[in-house]
């Protein structure tokens, strides 16, 4: 069966700091992946999504940036955080099936002091 | 372009009521309509789907939805509210020709049941 890995899971970290936050998915191949943004009261913010090795597409201008080393991974980055980048980050996969679901991680809260 | 209103940012019911929770969708192709449930500093789990063929769809929990194209809605509905049916339940959209598969969210309603 899939799994889908997002860590860490709680991150407090000052302004003006790196930030790496890692998702894996196993038990698939070639997933299409996503990094979601989930502000306090707010609804989902697709923040990158991801086709293969490689492919980023950004869907907002922001602070943050993603990557796809390899086919299963996908990391949101950051080189200086904001106070605004607060907020729940969510990994999610999908099969690439345009009437496939998406498949959510645990999620990652970081708080930026 | 594809987008999501749902009606109510907070909905409180009795439990064993109906629960009622508003989606409206725009949506300029055809659409596929989705129902999350996410609990606490939790991930968000799949409820339903609508893609193609029955307008009337049953999920996990209990729960249904009916897509209605003449209103652009998808309306979620549950015959008896549960206390473990407290949660944030999220509405998504995506077109059927959407590039990359991303799903555009609601904002949410959160879901409480009172004893």
């Known amino acids: 069966s899939q799994t889908i890995h997002q860590w860490p899971a709680t991150l407090v970290q000052p302004v003006g700091s790196p930030l790496s936050l890692e998702c894996t998915v196993e038990g698939t191949s070639n997933p299409n992946l996503y990094w979601y943004r989930q502000a306090a009261g707010r609804g989902l913010q697709l923040l990158f999504y991801s086709v293969g090795i490689g492919q980023i597409s950004s869907e907002v201008p922001q602070n943050l940036s993603a990557s796809r080393p390899q086919d299963r991974q996908f990391i949101l980055s950051s080189k200086k955080l904001l106070l605004s980048d607060s907020g729940f980050y969510l990994c999610?996969?999908?099969?690439?099936?345009?009437?496939?679901?998406?498949?959510f991680g645990e999620g990652s809260r970081l708080t930026v002091l | 372009a594809q987008s999501v209103t749902q009606l109510g940012s907070h909905v409180s019911v009795s439990e064993g009521a109906l629960v009622l929770l508003r989606c409206n969708y725009s949506?300029?192709?055809?659409?596929?309509l989705f129902w999350y449930v996410q609990y606490p500093n939790q991930g968000l789990q799949l409820l339903l789907k609508?893609?193609?063929?029955?307008?009337l769809v049953k999920g996990i929990n209990g729960f249904e939805a009916e897509f209605k194209k003449s209103e652009t809605s998808f309306h979620l509905t549950k015959p008896s509210a549960h206390m473990s049916d407290a949660a944030e339940y999220f509405c998504a959209v995506r077109g059927i020709y959407n590039q990359g598969g991303k799903l555009i969210f609601g904002q949410g309603t959160e879901l409480s049941v009172k004893p």
């Open positions: 949506s300029s192709v055809p659409p596929y």
């Open positions: 999610a996969w999908s099969s690439g099936q345009n009437t496939g679901e998406l498949f």
């Open positions: 609508y893609t193609t063929g029955a307008t």
